[in-house]
């Protein structure tokens, strides 16, 4: 699935659906702050299994990448993490505070139930609700909207009206809440005050399954009512 930049805007989102989950990674891409002509800044947000194709578009594109950015630890976000910073050697590994732990530990980023343990490089920066994110020449709010996992984080530009959401909201589902650490009650809310409150006009970008935008999972979602 690819989504092309819309030419309007300062702003390119790619995304790739990789691994036996088919989980969504995406490639953000913002114009640089520097002159004209210089590479546009980009990040990675989450790498599943075999994300030679990410790795390949940032170079075709010829980004700077700036950070590799986790939704959360689950394996199927976190997999080709260490591919990622192989390539891309000083390339810092940010995530939310709540799972700094879980790059390290298969049981909780749930790699040792599928009989091959991993563990990624990282995290070189914890982020937390409300942290502000500079891209190139967009902006982006952390929040954090925990539920599926706890440390669960959605990365929200208002001014290009675009959310990347990891597993917590799909286009007509919710993320999963029977996972360890998972909490139906706090997903629920996560969504209703985090992501509904949202202008409804955002695209939401989601780690698995199809784009959609907070007005019509507001109208629409049969899991979360708005
Ligand atoms: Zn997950
Ligand atoms: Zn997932």
């Known amino acids: 699935m690819v989504t092309s930049p819309d030419k309007s805007r300062n702003l390119g989102i790619e995304s790739f659906t990789l691994g036996p989950y088919e989980t969504n990674c995406y490639v953000v891409w913002a114009d640089s702050l520097e002159e004209k002509g210089s590479p546009s800044a980009c990040w990675i947000v989450d790498a599943s299994f075999d994300p030679a194709p990410m790795i390949a578009s940032v170079r075709r594109r010829g980004l700077k990448p700036e950070a590799l ?12 993490v260490n591919e ?8 810092p590994v940010w995530i939310h505070a709540d799972e700094s ?3 390290a530990d298969p049981m909780r980023n749930l790699s040792a139930l ?3 343990p991993i563990t990624a490089r990282g995290p070189d920066r914890l982020l937390r609700d409300g942290d502000m994110l500079n891209l190139g020449t967009t902006h982006w709010r952390v929040l954090h909207t925990p539920g ?6 959605t990365l929200w530009c208002e001014e290009e009206q675009a959310a990347l959401v990891g597993d917590a909201l799909f286009a007509g589902s919710v993320g999963r809440t029977d996972l360890p650490g998972g909490d139906p009650r706090e ?3 996560s969504i209703r005050e985090r992501l509904y409150t949202l202008p409804p006009q955002t695209r939401v970008m989601p780690g698995h399954g199809p784009e ?6 507001r109208m629409s979602n049969p899991f979360v009512r708005g």
């Open 69 to 80: 950015i986790l939704t959360h630890a689950h394996v199927d976000h976190i997999a080709g």
């Open 84 to 91: 990622v910073t192989a390539a891309f050697p000083r390339l």
């Open 101 to 103: 732990a879980w790059l």
């Open 114 to 116: 599928g009989g091959v």
């Open 148 to 153: 599926h996992s706890p440390g669960g984080l």
């Open 187 to 189: 997903l629920a809310r």
């Open 212 to 217: 959609t935008t907070i007005g019509r999972e």
